[in-house]
């Protein structure tokens, strides 16, 4: 059998012989071939935009470099490239400009309340002092006779009707007054609310806030929080004496009052129907919690900024409600673990200032006494506690408005221009000027 030689193999001549990569030794395998890198696409404005990356050989102080002062939006130099020349959202104050995350809603909450201190810190203090103030005259003068009388009642002597219709005229002006003084309280934290908005929104670009320009701002909405503190007030006294007038109905319908048995299944029917507003309590109280903000940023009346505050937690009513009671959790703790300790202390060390047997006038007193010291510290935690809640709340309300309006876009705007008007960020009303109606 003859053998065929082998041919060598056949070089390739001219431009094939720089595309084809010489053939690997017997047994390894082939590599693919080389292909050149693609460039990366350059934006149109010459700088990268949001999510994208820098451009290759950009050096700080060269043109097109993101980060330097002074650039605008759409030219080079607007955002400093992160890791791997990725370039991050702007962030000028106290969050960055795009939709947060419940770590950002809290700690930016923090650090508003802390750069604009005065502001916050000292409206809220000043609110908390003035309501515990009249919350402890009120029971004081109400009550305090009536106490009085109690504790000098022998308990083996019936007490005649004179001093009993004493004792339940005192109670029912302790009501009366406890009823008022709740009302002018939630009046005074929905004006504290909206006022509390303008300077988080002004560190969300870096800007701080006093104490006066605070108020010098929100006071042309005064008048939409006080309706929008009466609406909201007007709705629990509707809801309540419907569920009253629910129970009253079920006491006279069992026949309650005549049989042990029947009063229990009362009271079981009484819980059970109270759930269902207390969870439609909770529902609408989450829908309707930007309305103080909306009032203040957005300059609408009180149903529009219901109607606001409803359309922007559409679809994340969740979300807003596992925030804000995350919020309300964190403050209750911190107060209680502060607030509890003091009460107990000045409850027990109070009464020895009086002797080892004080009589009734001195006991009241004494309990008069541990109540405003508790009070007192109650309202500088109620001050720190506040100021953060309403901060959070007002995060959120930037956070939904970015997620649906693109407030960031209106935001970074601002920011670009490096100057302060003095006004409030994304309001449709220019600063030192005042707004129109309120009612809507």
Known sequence: MTQVPQQPPVEPEGEDAKVQPPAPPYGQPQQPPYVEPQQPQQSPYGQPQWGQYAQPGQQYGQPGYPGQPGQQYGQ????????????????????????????????????????????????????????????????????????GDLLTMDPNVTPDSAALESMSGSLVSFSVSLLLTSILAVVIQMILQGALVIPVLRAVLNRKTSFTQMWRLVRPRIVSLLLLALLYAGAVFVTMGIYILIVVALIVG????????????????????????????????????????????????????????????????????????????????????????????????????????????????????????????????????????TGVMSLIYVDLRMRRDGFDIALLKESETGKDDGGIPGSPVPAGQQPGPYGQ
């Open 254 to 389: 069992m026949d309650a009052l005549s049989s042990g048995g029947n009063a229990l299944g009362a009271i079981a029917l009484s819980l059970l129907i109270s759930l269902p507003f207390v969870a439609a309590s909770v529902w609408i109280g989450t829908k309707i919690l930007l309305a103080p903000a909306a009032i203040v940023v957005e300059n609408v009346g009180p149903i529009a900024s219901i109607k606001r505050s409803w359309i922007l937690t559409r679809n994340n009513w969740w979300r807003t409600f596992g925030i804000s009671i995350l919020a309300a959790v964190i403050a209750g703790v911190i107060g209680s673990v502060i607030t509890t300790p003091v009460s107990m202390l000045a409850s027990f060390l109070v009464p020895l200032m009086f002797g080892t047997e004080p009589d009734p006038e001195q006991m009241t007193n004494a309990i008069f006494i541990a109540q405003g010291i508790a009070s007192l510290v109650g309202a500088l935690v109620g001050a720190v506690t506040l100021a953060f809640q």
């Open 76 to 147: 080079p130099g607007l955002n400093n490239p992160g890791f791997n020349n990725y370039v991050a959202p702007p962030k000028p104050g106290v969050i960055p400009l795009r939709p947060l995350g419940l770590g950002e809603i809290l700690d930016g909450a923090f650090q508003a309340a802390r750069r604009n201190g005065k502001a916050m810190f000292g409206s809220a203090l000043i609110f908390q002092l003035a309501t515990t103030a009249i919350t402890l005259l009120v029971m004081y003068l109400a009550f305090g006779q009536a106490f």
